[in-house]
């Protein structure tokens, strides 16, 4: 029964990088590759967003707390984006995107929540987040956001690089007013 039960879990993984056999992500070496953030405090849900980030071709660069989250956004110039909780303690995710801002770093940086009300919506625009990403995620709708990134890292804005001239990735949902 051991074996039979080995056997069938071995057979239901996906090999290894599956998604560079479809031919529609770039072969990218791992130390050129362009990385998202996940930030979240649930073990679970940065488990399984990591993975699927990581089924989009791009490097997952995973932080549990706030303060985490800006320690690795400065060590890591591969981001090319942000997916960030907004429910955490002791820095929330409002915060943690007021403060990637006020570093004049103009990437995306996707709001992960499970409230959809028209209060949160207005907290996360004037927070400077890029969109809306509704929990429960799903592998289809982290991996969309992911393919609108570019796949190399964005060097920093230089006095002769304005960050306006950079490419930016468009939001998975526009905030509109409602």
Same mark, same amino acid.
């Given at each position: 029964i051991v074996k039979a039960v080995q056997f069938c879990q071995a057979a239901s993984r996906p090999p290894t990088k599956w998604w560079q056999s479809l031919g529609n992500v770039p072969e990218v070496e791992p130390e050129n590759a362009a990385a998202v953030l996940v930030v979240d405090d649930d073990r679970v849900s940065r488990r399984l967003a990591q993975r699927w980030v990581k089924r989009t071709g791009l490097q997952a660069v995973v932080a549990s707390t706030g303060s985490e989250a800006l320690t690795a956004l400065a060590s890591n110039p591969q981001v090319a984006g942000v997916m960030l909780d907004l429910n955490m303690a002791p820095m929330d995710g409002f915060e943690v995107c007021k403060r +990637?801002?006020?570093? *004049? @770093?103009? +990437?995306? %940086?996707v709001a %992960? !929540? *499970?409230s959809d009300d028209p209060d949160t919506r207005l907290r996360v625009q004037e927070? *400077?987040? $890029?969109? +809306? @990403? @509704?929990?429960?995620?799903s592998a289809? $709708?982290?991996?969309?956001?992911c393919k609108s990134l570019p796949r190399s890292p964005t060097p920093a804005p230089t006095p002769s690089t304005p960050v306006a001239a950079q490419d930016q990735a468009p939001s998975p !949902?526009?905030?509109t007013e409602q």
């Open positions: +990637i801002r006020a570093q *004049g @770093l103009e +990437i995306p %940086v %992960v !929540t *499970g927070a *400077g987040f $890029s969109g +809306i @990403l @509704l929990k429960p995620a289809a $709708s982290v991996g969309t956001w !949902t526009p905030m």
